[in-house]
């Protein structure tokens, strides 16, 4: 890290795999953290929109989130691009787009850091441990005692399983 900027240095290489179609109809848990891992979905309102971008375009596109959850300083989602013809970075790409364009403006800050994590979920594995994994993330960073009393989490479409 450049101790003068706070700014991490530039990846050289794609964290995505070469060759593979992102496309694919099929799970991939996804991680997307804030710009220097910042609190800022502290903010309720701004926390609220992300989620309803989420949702807008879901059903716009019509791919499918299975389990969501959008903690302080990162976003996870569980996902399947389905018959949307979107790849998951393009799917990445619109929301980090769509909601990062008023937060700039209003505070002269990126919303999100640079790409995102992912796990391409492999058939073996079970979609509803990691939506479970998901929904409780809240709970193991003791902001709710109950999974269920967190506001910005929740399941969208059936788990196929």
């Known amino acids: 890290m450049d ?3 706070n700014k991490l240095p530039k990846r050289k290489n794609s964290l995505r795999l070469k060759n593979f179609d992102y496309s694919t109809p099929r799970a991939y848990f996804i991680t997307i953290c ?3 891992v910042q609190d800022f979905f502290l903010n309720k309102k701004l926390a609220a929109n992300i989620i309803d971008v989420l949702r807008k375009n ?3 596109f019509k791919y499918k989130i299975y389990a969501y959850c959008l903690m302080p300083d990162h976003l996870h989602i569980l996902l399947n691009p389905g018959g949307s013809n979107k790849t998951v970075s393009g799917i990445i790409q619109a929301l980090k787009s769509q909601t990062s364009h008023n ?3 209003e505070y002269g800050l990126p919303l999100w850091q640079r790409g995102f994590y992912d796990h391409i979920v492999r058939d073996n594995e079970d979609l ?3 939506a479970q994994y998901i929904l409780e993330n809240p709970r193991r960073k003791k902001l709710v005692d109950q999974v269920e009393d967190y506001p910005f989490s929740g399941l969208w479409d059936e788990i196929e399983v």
């Open 3 to 5: 101790t003068k900027t």
């Open 34 to 36: 804030a710009e220097n």
């Open 58 to 60: 879901k059903e716009r």
């Open 103 to 105: 937060f700039k403006g």
């Open 128 to 130: 509803l441990k990691i």
